[in-house]
């Protein structure tokens, strides 16, 4: 899809990319128009982000100092007396195949939520609409209802472990008992009305306010270690992004404390030592050793200011995605997830909380270490690609441990290959994880050897592969290309 037009949107449903073009061509800028499009996501994709959720935002181009803006889940307990946290509950969710992975939910998989605060944030920053202004198709989409297409009926069935586990989630996804199916429309007037506030109070509710209570109340009686000053103190922090070279371009991804981006930074660091574009086996090297770079020492070190130079020099001697580039070529880029959600619903309030504290990704030192405040280590890495500071890709995934291979493909597709940002996002993907090399079909990975790992095929695209989203950038031309991940129904569309 190319244009140059007003901008462009990639994002993982149809109403949520539409909502964002719809910003631009009102005269907003990507900003503006990710911030309407994440509030769309919380209906359209209400299993993926939502008001319980956190996120990473990465703006540059158009002569914006480019900043990371981090509203990641933290972890919570500020306050509380040590007891012993409630069992987190344990739900296999099948990708298909020999794809499995365990999700924990429950009230002792909830942290401190940061999608308000970073929505606040974004527009207090770089906003030129007014919150509510952005807020408000979104708060009455959700009274209105939208009907689950196959992709977002896939993740219901997915979760399906965890949306039966609370007596509201199921009042929600499966009502009297049948699971929701493509085509049941999901509505919600709380979340509705919970969207309007923040459009017209901003994120102040959700963290000092009666909305703060609420959830701190709904969690706390499930024996969740979640408490008000938990939300009190918490806030958006800007930080400087990471940026490595790759192939005469800067790669600006997510700094630590964030595990993704310095992962995927590093993989890039490897690949640009090779011959372009790289083979599939050296791709999947590059994978092997951002994997094995992942110690309890990574982990412990993401905290230190000064990590990510010593740990790249050293080396080298069920979430959402949207893309946006605007008219003057001003790009955003921000993931969010809520995890795989809690089951934990607020009443009146339309609320699924995260279950960030129960993901085993995100807790490879085990439950429950990480203390109070501190940002979980996620994989989430909004990124952007620039040459002599104009904005040539912004891309970003969904797919937990998939993100940073997902996003390595796509810009290799782009960079090295040649491909345009759609044909990039829809080439066949593979992924090295536990000693197995997963492939889709077409990743050409016939008649070669990875000894000593196992080969695990797919038999068509699935969505274990994550959900990259990326919108591309000719700054000679102008011309915008973007592509919307089919493996999560995701789509582009212009303004």
Known sequence: MDDTSQG?????????????????????NAVDAAVAAMLTSWVAEPLLSGPGAGGYMLVAGAGEEPVLLDFFVAAPGHGARPRNHCALVPVEVDFGGDARQIFHVGAASCGAYGTPAGIDAAIDRWGTVALCDLAAPAAALAREGVALNAQQAEVVVLLEGILRSTPEAQAIYAPGGRLLREGDVV?????????????????????????????????????????????????????????????????????????????????????????????LTMLVRAMEEAQA????????????????????????????????????????????????????????????????????DLNPLGFHHAPPGRRMPSMMSPTIVTSGGEVLLALGSSGSNRIRSALLQTIVGVLDDNLAADAAVQAPRVHFEDDVVFAEPGSTLDGLRFDPYEVQHFRSQNMFFGGVQAVSRDPSTGALCGGGDPRRGGVAVSA
């Open 187 to 279: 509505r919600s007037d709380e979340l509705g009305d919970t969207i309007g506030r923040l459009g017209a109070e901003g994120s102040a509710p959700f963290y000092t306010g009666d909305i703060a209570d609420a959830v701190v109340a709904w969690v706390a009686a499930g024996g969740g270690a979640l408490t008000s000053e938990d939300l009190r103190v918490y806030e958006a922090l800007g930080r400087e992004p990471l940026t490595v070279p790759y192939r005469g371009r800067d790669v600006m991804t997510n700094p630590p404390p964030s595990a993704g981006g310095i992962l995927l930074a590093f993989a890039l660091l490897l690949l640009d030592q090779t011959p372009s574009p790289p083979p």
């Open 8 to 28: 462009i949107v990639a994002a993982g449903h149809p109403l949520t990319a539409r909502a964002g073009a719809d910003v631009l061509r009102a005269g907003g």
């Open 293 to 360: 770079a992942r110690t309890p020492q990574f982990v412990e070190g993401l905290a230190d200011p000064g990590f990510a130079a010593r740990m790249l020099g050293s080396r080298m001697g069920s979430t959402t995605h949207i893309s946006v580039i605007d008219a003057e070529g001003r790009a955003c880029s921000v993931t969010c997830t809520n995890g795989e959600g809690s089951g934990l619903v607020v009443p009146g309030l339309g609320i699924h909380v995260n279950n960030i504290m129960g993901e085993t």
